[in-house]
């Protein structure tokens, strides 16, 4: 049986993975500077994208997800574990992307698993890394 601290725990960093896909479904990126620590990696190189950390990957964000009319996160699955202060998560996401000025509009759809890393400071849970595995990306 989970005990309320873990329970706590688990929800907490269930809404910083929450907190991440609104954060870049409404284009407000530098929300990401609160939810990931300042040296954290963000690793989107399994899908053509950068490396970083979270003040290298929010330009880059902003730039390259311009090309994008409309987008959203879909993510789920999660799988977490913690370990004190330290904690570790893989969810699922499903990210359809539609293309800006595009006729007719094209769509991108996107499937990753997120493995996460998670370190408690000050009593508050934020991302220390976030790396993407590809599952599949098609263009319609």
């Known amino acids: 049986m989970l005990g309320l601290q873990e329970i706590s725990d688990r929800l907490e960093i269930q809404q910083l993975i929450t907190d991440y896909?609104?954060?870049?479904?409404t284009r407000e990126f530098e929300r990401l500077l609160d939810i990931f620590t300042p040296d954290a990696i963000i690793d989107y190189s399994?899908?053509?994208?950068?490396?970083?950390?979270?003040?290298?990957?929010v330009p880059w964000l902003r730039e390259n997800l311009a090309i994008f009319s409309d987008y959203f996160h879909l993510v789920g699955n999660h799988s977490?574990?913690?370990?004190?202060?330290?904690?570790?998560a893989t969810s699922t996401c499903f990210n359809p992307m539609v293309f800006a000025d595009t006729a007719p509009q094209a769509m991108m759809i996107v499937g990753v698993w997120y493995?996460?890393?998670?370190?408690r400071t000050q009593d508050v849970w934020r991302m220390s890394g976030r790396v993407e595995q590809k599952s599949f990306m098609h263009s319609i």
């Open 115 to 119: 493995h996460d890393t998670f370190v």
């Open 80 to 88: 977490i574990v913690v370990d004190g202060d330290t904690a570790t």
């Open 46 to 57: 399994a899908v053509g994208g950068t490396v970083g950390t979270p003040s290298e990957v």
């Open 21 to 25: 896909s609104t954060a870049v479904d």
